[in-house]
């Protein structure tokens, strides 16, 4: 298979692996949780459906942009290492999904840093319950801000279209497993957390304490908070992964999608 059959398979088929990834997890993580699904899990997934329509929505009217700003900015521009220089694919593979995974973890890091960012990013960790419907709880100003800085990475690395393909796949993946109520087993998961983002580490992320979920700030790989020392492989002492969302929401009603989609300008 050649570059371009290749790419033109994912292009065709992305939507029905991130479909089936989605359709597994769920089905893995109501049949062994990390922790039980209570009352409140029916309103909770009717928010976390909706946040998943707006921000399909957005991506529909902000997508096609997205893709024409890229173009501009490679093709008039003429900048992007990539467009210059000929490496091998799987070499664009590596140091695309690496940087795109740091620009990742440095965005979410200043989410947590800046006050004004994080009323913005607190519509994803305000929820007190955690399971793979997390993975679309996200306010839709982050995804726009996300948007403009993934335009400027790709546009610098002037990254071909197979690694950003590659990138999506692994990036969507990852987003859902870390999400999910799945618990590996002990062994994998030390293993696994040693080069990957895993549901316990994100679980921690989750968690009420500051302390403890302004840790574990990567997406993909685990490498960025080991270096930046950020990684955190245990809950702090009196904390559990059960102890998930933030201190000041603690009622149902607190994080509607209405509400939500207001803390961004509340005091
Ligand atoms: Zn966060």
Redesign the pocket.
């Known amino acids: 298979m050649t570059e371009v059959n290749i790419t033109e398979w994912l292009q065709h088929n992305a939507t029905f692996v991130v479909l089936s990834t989605f359709l597994v997890l769920a089905v893995l993580e109501s049949l062994n949780p990390a922790s039980k699904f209570d009352h409140f899990t029916r309103t909770r997934w009717a928010n976390n459906i909706l946040f998943y329509i707006i921000i399909f929505a957005l991506n529909k009217f902000t997508g096609p942009i997205t893709a024409l700003l890229t173009a501009y900015a490679a093709e008039q521009l003429n900048i992007g290492l990539f467009n210059h220089y000929s490496f091998p694919i799987l070499f664009a593979i590596a140091i695309g999904v690496l940087t795109i995974d740091l620009m990742h973890y440095a965005t979410?890091r200043m989410?947590?840093h800046y006050d004004s960012l994080w009323k913005m990013?607190k519509v994803?960790?305000c929820d007190f319950d955690l399971d793979i419907t997390n993975a679309w709880r996200f306010h839709p100003f982050e995804i726009i801000l996300n948007s403009i800085f993934f335009i400027a990475v790709i546009s610098l690395l002037g990254l071909p279209p197979i690694v950003l393909l590659i990138n999506y796949l692994f990036v969507a993946f990852m987003n859902y497993i870390e999400h999910s109520r799945i618990t590996l087993p002990k062994f994998l998961e030390n293993k696994t957390r040693w080069i990957l983002i895993t549901p316990t580490l994100h679980r921690i992320?989750h968690t009420v304490p500051r302390e403890d979920h302004d840790n574990n700030y990567g997406t993909i790989f685990s490498i960025w908070d080991r270096l930046l020392g950020t990684l955190r492989i245990e809950p702090s002492p009196g904390n559990s992964i059960e102890n998930l969302g933030l201190k000041e929401y603690r009622n149902i009603k607190a994080i509607s999608v209405w509400r939500s989609l207001w803390m961004p300008f509340a005091k």
């Open positions: 979410h989410y947590h990013h994803h960790h992320h």
